[in-house]
Structure formats: C-alpha cells, structure tokens
C-alpha cells in the first residue's frame, strides 16, 4: 500500500514539473529580440525658446522692493519657480522635453510622434552608442501625431516594420522607450483592442494595448515578436499621470503613410467626404427602423462637398465605405482619412428604411475645419405644441448664416419634453421624426402626430453644430 502511495505521488510530482516546463516554455524570451531591437531606438530631447516673462510681466511684485515682512509674504504665496528660480531678467527661458524614437533607414531617417518635438527650435538625437547628432524636422502631422526627423549619419541600424492589419487581439508585443528619460527601457505586453478612437483623434484608428507606457515613451516602437514595428507608442490613459494599463500606438500602416507624404511632399493629403456624423444608439436605430446600432449617422452635410455632390442627405445612416462594415461611426473617419482625393467611393446607406448605394468622388481634407456662424433668433411667427417649447421661423439671414434652406428656432422652452432632453433657446430644428421641418407649422403637424413609448429622432443645430437627439413621449 505505501509503494502504491509512493508511486502515485511521484507519479503527481512528475505531471506537476511537465505542466510547469509546457507553461513556461509557452512564455515568449524578449532577450534576443530586446537585444536586437535596442540599437535602432534613440532618445530625442528638445529645446524650445521661450520669450521673457520677468516677475512684473507675470504680475509677480519685484520682491527685492518690498519691506522684508511683506516679502516673506509674498515668498509664501508665490507658487515654486514663480518669482523664484526663474531667468534673470533680459534672459531667454528655455523649455526642454524628452521622448523616444526609432530608425527607419541606415541614412539617417527617424520617425517619433509630433507631439515629441512640436515647436521645438532644436532637437538632438542620442543613439544607443552614446553619440549625439542633431536632427532636422523633415516635416510633421499634428493629425496623426507622426513626425520625420533626419540625422546626418551613415549605416545605422534599422527596425524591421511589419503590417498592423496583420496583429491579432492577445499577442504579444514589446516596447522600447526612454520613460522619464531611462534609455532604451523595455515593456511587455499584449494587444488589447484595435481599431480604437480617442477624443479629438479623428484620423488613426489606435492600437490598445496594456504595455508599460510612461512619459518618454512617446514615439518609440511598438514590436511584435518577430521584432518587426507595429505600432509608435503614442499615448496613455492616466488619471494620475502615470501608467494604469491603458495604453495607445499608432499602427505601422498608418504612420508610414503619413511618412512617405512628409518625405515627398512635407504635408500630407487625407480623403475627405465633407459630413458631421454621430454615432447610432439603440434609440437612434429604432428610430431610423434598424435592427440593431450601427453605422454613421449624417448630421450635417458641407455644402458642395463630396458627399453632397454625391446624392447623401441629412438622416441617411452610412453602413459600408466600398464593401467595408461600418460597426461605428468612428470607423468611416478611419476609412476616408486613408484614401486619397480622387478615390472613388460606394456607400451604402439606410434611407426611409430602405437601403441604397451611393457613387461618389472622395476630395481633399482642408486644413482647417469650417465653422458656422452662431444662430441669432429673431422675431418671427410663433407656434406652441406639445413638446413644451416655443418656435419661431428662420429669417432669410439666418437661413443664409447657418447654410440651410429650412428649419425654426426656438424661441422659448416651457418644460415637457423639450426642457428633458436639453434643448435650448436659440436652437435650430430642421429634423423631427424623420421628416424635413420647412416651417412653424409644418412642425406643429408633425409635432402632434408623433407616436407614443418608441424612439422619435429630432435634429437640432446648435451654433452652427448639427446632432441628432432622441426622446419618447409616455402621454
């Protein structure tokens, strides 16, 4: 009976060690593919020129001045480096930061993030063997966070890109950086999520990843374990200003497209088809009569753009961009940015409830966004209804202000539904329930006749900004 025990235990002990060598032989080893890598990843330091803000210029008193009791007054309220610590007069300050970044030719060719070395006036390279050269800015992208820096520098090492369509949600990845100025400091970790939109962030659909990320990295290689780059480390979400497993590249794909713009050209062309979309929520969908959210929402239309040569109107909802799915509305943003002007493009969109291709030409992203100008309600015919607000029509003037043909502006909310779902005096509705509002009493009309307990879809402009909201009324 004890040999029997006795041999079941070693039996148990012997599977135990089998189990424990599989798991570990299953772990990836960075050290060759770190030990390859860290050549081609530099360390990037800036220096910006400030203008010079002496005390008086800052509303700082000239403390030198002042009786001694009130001196030490004003030392323990200034905050530190106010007053204290600061250039001398007449001096030039100077702002430095750091980041990281890698080669990507043996001639000298860098890429980083933009917001590494925006408005620097100088930018110095360090290399992995402690040489320092300084760098030109080839040119930059604040759009996709990308910029090309060039060293005078001959055979230097290079990284591999690979393809950023290719990496799969749970591989491992590996950065290289120089967080708070530590050179060539290395991470590990997996991918996340892909095809990630942050706010204001448009135009790079991000890699998500939980990879160690700290101020420093920005800029540097994000690596699949082949050691080929997939991504530049760009960003994180931090609540205290540090890392908490959230962090952010710009994929290969995208950032050497913005490269070979920058290289060639110095600015970079992004396709452009002139629409505000909003995203579709279930409320939306029911609204619209979808069988589920998805897509892009057309809130408003540029006049003469793309899109409104092409047939699309306010309230289509965008399902496919040339045959691919459009989940969210952050994912056409994605899509157009990546073609190129002159591209042809066939959308697919829900409209009435019934679904349709369009045919267009994609144009050229302006460099900056248009604006409309602000609605200024004026006198005008009135009309009362349900939903517990005023409206007036539009004035000729508005009309052309806000570049819309129709619609009425509210003149006063008197509570209901209306003062619920936020709308304000000054608003402008040219949307209910699906339908065009060409006047006061048109939305009067459909105001009475709009169902009870479903979704209803409202337009609104809101200085010169045009959304969809949704409400149910319970009466």
């Known amino acids: 009976m004890q040999t029997l025990k006795r041999s079941m235990a070693a039996l148990i002990a012997l599977l135990a060690l089998s189990l424990s060598v599989t798991a570990r032989a299953e772990l990836p080893d960075f050290t060759t593919l770190a030990e390859k890598a860290s ?7 800036t220096t910006q020129k400030l203008p010079d803000r002496s005390g008086a210029q800052m509303g700082i008193p000239d403390l030198d001045n002042l009786p001694p009791g009130l001196r030490e007054f004003f030392e323990r309220s200034i905050p530190r480096g106010q007053g204290q610590g600061q250039a001398p007069r007449g001096q030039q300050r100077e702002a430095q930061s750091l980041g990281s970044g890698f080669i990507i030719s043996d001639d000298g060719y860098i890429l980083t993030n933009n917001h590494v070395v925006a408005d620097a006036d100088e930018i110095l390279v360090r290399l992995s063997d ?10 930059a ?22 393809d950023s369509d290719k990496l799969k949600v749970g591989e491992w990845v590996l950065a290289i950086g120089s967080p708070f100025g530590f050179d060539h400091s290395v991470t590990a970790g997996i991918v996340s999520a892909k095809g990630r939109s ?10 998500q990843t939980d990879v160690a990320i700290n101020p420093g990295n920005s800029g540097g290689p994000l690596l699949n374990l082949q050691g080929e780059v997939v991504g530049i480390n760009s960003q994180i979400f931090t609540r205290s200003g ?39 929520n279930k409320d939306l969908a029911e609204s619209f009569g979808l069988d589920k959210p998805s897509g892009a929402l057309v809130a408003q239309l540029v006049e003469d753009g793309p899109a409104a040569k092409g047939g699309l109107q306010v309230g289509d909802v965008i399902l496919s961009l040339n045959g691919q ?24 969109v829900i409209r009435d409830g019934s679904r349709k291709t369009l045919n267009m030409t994609i144009g050229n992203l302006p460099d ?12 005008a015919e009135r009309s009362s209804n349900r939903l517990g607000v005023t409206v007036a029509e539009l004035t000729p003037e508005q009309r052309k202000s806000l570049d819309i043909k129709a619609g009425v502006v509210i003149k006063e909310v008197q509570g209901g539904p209306a003062a619920m779902i936020g709308l304000r005096q000054g ?33 609104v402009l809101r200085q010169g900004r045009a959304s969809f909201i949704t409400f149910k009324l319970a009466e």
Do not use: C
Request: proline share 6%; glycine share 8%; charged share 25%.
């Open 368 to 379: 900056e966004d248009e604006e409309v100008a602000a609605v200024e309600g004026k006198g």
């Open 198 to 207: 942050l706010p204001n962030e448009n135009y790079v659909p991000f890699i």
């Open 39 to 45: 050549p081609a990843v530099v360390n990037i330091s």
């Open 130 to 139: 402690r040489s320092e050269h300084k760098a030109k800015l080839v040119g």
């Open 325 to 348: 799915t459009i989940n969210e509305s952050a994912d056409l943003p994605h899509l157009v940015g990546n073609m190129k002007p002159g591209d042809k493009a066939a959308l697919e």
């Open 242 to 280: 540090g890392f908490m497993g959230l962090s952010f590249a710009i994929p290969i794909d995208v950032a050497m497209n913005v490269a070979d713009q920058l290289k060639k050209g110095g600015k970079v062309s992004r396709g452009w088809l002139g629409v505000v979309i909003q995203e579709v």
């Open 141 to 162: 992208d604040p759009r996709s966070d990308v910029a090309v820096l060039k060293i005078e520098a001959k055979n230097l090492p290079t990284l591999k890109l690979g």
């Open 427 to 459: 608003d402008v509705i040219t949307h209910l329930n699906n339908r065009a509002v060409d006047s006061s009493k048109t939305f009067s009309e459909i105001a009475k006749s709009l169902p009870k307990d479903r979704s209803i879809s409202m337009r």
